[in-house]
């Protein structure tokens, strides 16, 4: 059958691949509980008809604010098959930013997972305009539970049944289904509006270049209320792949282990993570294993899908039967396909996971996007590192003559919800997407060589709008300047020039002494006074955001010494050339190459 809608996935897998187990996630004993194809076709049913019996109409938009789990998916069948709009959010967000979203979005039900996540919304609930109706996966004392909801929909499913049908019938490709709010340089998150047929298109085109089938068993962590991860569970369940939701990021190792993992979405983080552990077990080897070990490493990091030679075959083979087919025995023993996304990955992590059967294909694309643009083939093996494979079938692209990245097509959005003027801004009279990513193409592989805005990504995929913190940490009277880094690692940091008027006062009341400004900012005084005001910010921000170290610097940044553009803008790589030293011990780069030696 052509999947065009969302809900087209649920019934190809209950027409093709009957009903085996596809959604599992451990309960509160530690053991998995499973759900098998018809079950997930009677939750999702339930919960479109419980929608319906309480009065929601086409285009309602329905929040759900939850970790990885079953009812996820559930929700996200049943909402659409109502007639309703996912609007999926984060978990870990501020209550400030949840009033901003559930408002701006017009939720009108809200689904909540558990009550750590709940009490996040609660102070958000009494300036929710719409009154929307809240349910809560857990039960929780003093809210309508899902257990309450789903008996409600089976109740009046015989009453709504013919509706739903309707509905589904009625559906066009180009209806919206989901509303997906991401972060913008404003500082308020912007809506993008995305069409059933955008991110499945996406997901079929992706699933199409790829080995898995309904034998092999997936496991997610990454958020769902990510476009990435959603595509993503969209393509194994085309696929009919079985997919785990981890208990935690704690438990990767566990989990993969445990239910015999062939594949999982990751971002560049956890797999500098798994990286590390790797490397940490080798040191603590003795005599001729860990020489053993070292020398499979650099095997490893060399390793080549196509040009091998006799003699690096068979040195390869004796690594992976002394060395790489442990690391797979402590995963799950299995071989696997792992999708990587959300930033760039360092060529030797990718060379070394691939040797260990472990095979790493880098992607690239944008919420705007459905979201792939670009993707290495596991169909074809391709190990291109440094690249984020050709452009999908399908997918319209092209450079601008500046070498930002262009695309258009069925995964392009309808635009930003609320917002015009964002809208044109990022898409032209002609229709193409401007990304704001600078590419150029390598032999037909995509390679992202800079970028365009200032919007930036840690090595976790989250996303960093570096401005908006910089206008926020100047707020601060104590804070004259600031500069926010952190592309690819793991935390951001800031490097800070203080309002020196205002330290001198602050130095003279409580007396501490000084010479100069230079020697100024290394006081540690004057540091846990900064500390102070960056962490009152920090108590405002979601977690990723959070300013995890600084360091402060004696310079004024003017447009005379080059630091300023003439509208008084940051020059960014005019700061991090006179910076690289303080940039380099903040993020430890200097012992990085040593270990790396």
């Known amino acids: ?134 349910f809560t996966i857990d039960p929780i004392e003093g809210r309508r539970s899902f257990a309450e909801f789903l008996e409600t929909g089976r109740a009046n499913l015989e009453k709504w049944a013919p509706t739903i049908q309707k509905i589904k019938e009625e559906t066009s ?35 199409s270049l790829h080995t898995h089938t309904s034998k092999d068993v997936i496991l997610s962590f990454l958020p769902l209320s990510h476009v990435y991860e959603r595509v993503c ?25 445990d239910i015999h993992s062939t594949g999982f979405c990751a971002v560049p983080r956890v797999l500098e993570t798994m990286f590390n552990k790797l490397q940490a077990a080798g040191k603590d080897l003795k005599g001729i294993k860990k020489r053993i070990y070292k020398w499979a490493f650099r095997i490893a990091q060399v390793y080549d899908n196509e040009n091998q030679s006799w003699f690096y075959k068979k040195k390869y083979d004796l690594a992976d039967k002394l060395v790489y087919s442990k690391w797979r025995e402590n ?16 060529e030797k992590i990718i060379r070394t996971f691939t040797a260990a059967k472990l095979q790493i294909y880098e992607g690239y694309g944008l919420t705007e996007t459905s979201p792939v643009i670009s993707v290495n083939n596991p169909r074809k093996r391709e190990l291109h590192p440094g690249t984020v494979g050709p452009i999908l079938p399908g997918v319209e692209f092209k450079l601008a003559d500046d070498g930002e990245i262009l695309t258009k097509g069925d995964c392009l959005m309808v635009g930003y919800y609320k917002d015009d003027a964002a809208t044109k801004a990022v898409v032209d009279e002609e229709g193409w997407f401007h990304t704001g990513d600078i590419g150029m193409l390598v032999d037909g592989y995509l390679k992202i060589t800079d ?73 540690p005084d004057v540091i846990k006074r900064v500390q102070r005001e960056v962490s009152k910010l920090n108590e405002t921000l979601p977690e990723h955001e959070q300013i995890r170290q600084f360091r402060l610097v004696a310079d004024s940044w003017t447009t005379q010494t080059g630091e300023l553009s003439q509208t008084l803008k940051l020059r960014r790589s005019v700061l991090y050339k006179k910076y690289d030293a303080i940039c380099r011990e903040i993020y430890q780069y200097d012992k990085k190459e040593k270990n790396e030696e």
């Open 1 to 134: 059958m052509k999947l065009l809608r969302n809900f087209d996935i649920l019934d190809n897998l209950k027409e093709n691949y009957g009903n085996k187990v596809v959604l599992g996630r451990r309960d509160a004993t530690g053991k998995w509980r499973e759900y098998t194809v018809e079950e997930y076709c009677e939750h999702a049913n339930a919960i479109a008809s419980a929608l319906l019996e309480m009065g929601v109409q086409k285009g309602d938009k329905v929040a759900t604010i939850m970790q990885n789990r079953p009812e996820w998916n559930f929700l996200d069948m049943g909402i659409t098959m109502a007639g309703g709009i996912h609007v999926p959010v984060y978990p870990t967000l501020s209550p400030t930013e949840y009033k901003y979203i559930l408002n701006h979005s017009d939720a009108k039900f809200i689904f909540i997972g558990v009550e750590q996540i709940y009490r996040r919304v609660e102070p958000a609930i009494p300036d929710l305009v719409l009154n929307p109706q809240i």
């Open 173 to 207: 490709p180009e209806d919206i289904s989901t509303l997906i709010y991401t972060s913008g340089t404003t500082g308020n998150p912007k809506g993008v509006l995305l069409r059933h047929k955008s991110m499945v298109i996406n997901a079929a085109t992706v699933a």
């Open 451 to 523: 970028r365009k805005k200032e919007i930036f990504k840690l090595s976790t995929g989250k996303y960093i709008a570096p401005q908006v913190l910089e206008n926020r940490l100047k707020e601060s009277s104590f804070i004259e300047q600031a500069m926010v880094i952190g592309e690819n690692e793991k935390i951001a940091a800031a490097l800070i020039v203080p309002d020196f008027d205002t330290l001198h006062f602050w130095c003279a009341k409580h007396k501490v002494h000084y010479v100069d400004n230079e020697e100024l900012v290394h006081n």
């Open 331 to 346: 995963l799950g023993g299995m071989p696997m396909i792992i999708v990587s996304g959300g930033s760039s990955i360092q």
């Open 233 to 257: 569970n969209y393509m194994y369940q085309i696929l009919g792949s079985s997919i785990y939701y981890a208990t935690s990021l704690a438990s990767i190792a566990k989990d993969l282990k």
